[in-house]
């Protein structure tokens, strides 16, 4: 029987990396997982609050411990994967400091869950207000890291060291718009518009005043209106211009999921069919992307709590305006299922196990 693979997730007292620590935790091809946290989140080591009943493969059905960070632990434990569930500047940090080290030449791989390693282009990396102290280290990071969305790049993922999962967001858009831009029907300068909805795990666990329940309950408002992280993203990955697109972010009073309502309008008019056959093709063999008939749209309660992304279309009269509906669970096709889907590609592994 083959060994199983070693696994740690840095971060997993937030909502993604529980998320994460749980799928590992009864993934038929990993061991348990190491959990760990930086020193500065807590003073003991020992099972995380907030986090019950992860398990070492169904073997076990009390807390894992989530131990302190450090690399000489990850040495010692022989992790061989790491996935990192930490804020943007702490993993732009670490995955220079274990480029410098040379644990990366001696086969540690990371799939990187934050927005550390997504973009290639400066301007768009600017949002995050990275410092690097070794700036050449970082440099040759960015070109080497592969964006993590398998639908679009399985033939880079399995052999690359550093995968930079997607954002949520950036995965809804991104998995609605990629087949009608592959195929040139779009009129991009006519404008692409998308109107996205998420739930509140979204902002992360670290609560705010926008998160709090008073101004979260029985509302619904838009925010970082021109100026999203993940725009960048979405720009890149589909070869956009920032004229080319509009995204407006919403915070819905739900716990999970996303629903991005996509507007376009086509080159040339079209039928309903063309469009089906268009998604149909693209994704052909994808396991986890869903395409709705048309007219038939997704709902947030169709995915959430699956790997799924669902997509469906409305297409007007005229053959020429066309929306998509894009839906999928932020924590899981935007997270730490798309992560895990990752980590199959990389080893390998059929894209559904685990996440079944």
Request: hydrophobic letters at 40%.
């Amino acid at each position: 029987m083959a060994a199983k693979l070693k696994t740690a997730v840095l971060g997993a007292t937030g909502y993604s990396g529980f998320e994460l620590a749980r799928l590992l935790g009864r993934h038929p091809r990993t061991e348990a997982p190491l959990l760990l946290r930086r020193s500065a989140e807590r003073e003991n080591d020992g099972p995380a609050a907030g986090l019950p009943h992860i398990s070492g493969n169904g073997s076990t059905t009390g807390n894992l411990p989530v131990q302190s960070f450090s690399w000489s632990a990850l040495e010692q434990q022989g992790v061989e994967l790491l996935f990192l569930a930490s804020p943007h500047a702490v993993s732009r940090e670490l995955v220079t400091e274990a480029m410098t080290r040379g644990m990366m030449n001696r086969g540690l791989r990371i799939v990187d869950l934050s927005g550390a390693w997504r973009l290639k282009q400066e301007q768009h990396r600017a949002v995050y207000g990275f410092k690097d102290a070794n700036a050449q280290t970082a440099a040759e990071l960015t070109d080497r890291a592969v964006y993590g969305l398998p639908e679009l790049n399985a033939g880079q993922i399995p052999s690359a060291a550093l995968v930079a999962n997607p954002g949520c967001y950036a995965t809804s858009i991104i998995l609605a718009l990629a087949p009608l831009l592959s195929a040139g029907i779009v009129d991009c300068e006519r404008g692409i518009i998308s109107d996205s909805k998420s739930g509140v795990s979204g902002a992360g666990k670290e609560p705010t005043a926008r998160t709090h329940f008073v101004s979260v309950a029985d509302n619904f408002s838009a925010y970082s209106v021109f100026g999203h992280r993940h725009t960048g993203e979405i720009l890149e990955q589909l070869e956009l211009s920032s004229s080319q697109l509009i995204f407006t972010p919403h915070l819905l009073p739900i716990p999970r999921g996303i629903l991005s309502t996509i507007y376009v309008y086509l080159k040339r008019e079209m039928t309903a069919d063309e469009i089906q056959a268009c998604f149909h093709d693209f994704y052909k063999g994808k396991r986890w992307v869903r395409i709705f008939p048309a007219l038939s749209l997704p709902e947030i309660q169709f995915s959430v709590h699956t790997n799924y992304c669902d997509l469906g279309f409305c297409l007007a009269r005229d053959g020429r305006r066309l929306v998509v509906v894009s839906c999928l669970d932020n924590l899981l096709k935007g997270a730490a299922g798309q992560a895990v889907q990752n980590m199959n590609l990389m080893y390998g592994w059929d894209e559904a196990e685990g996440l079944q």
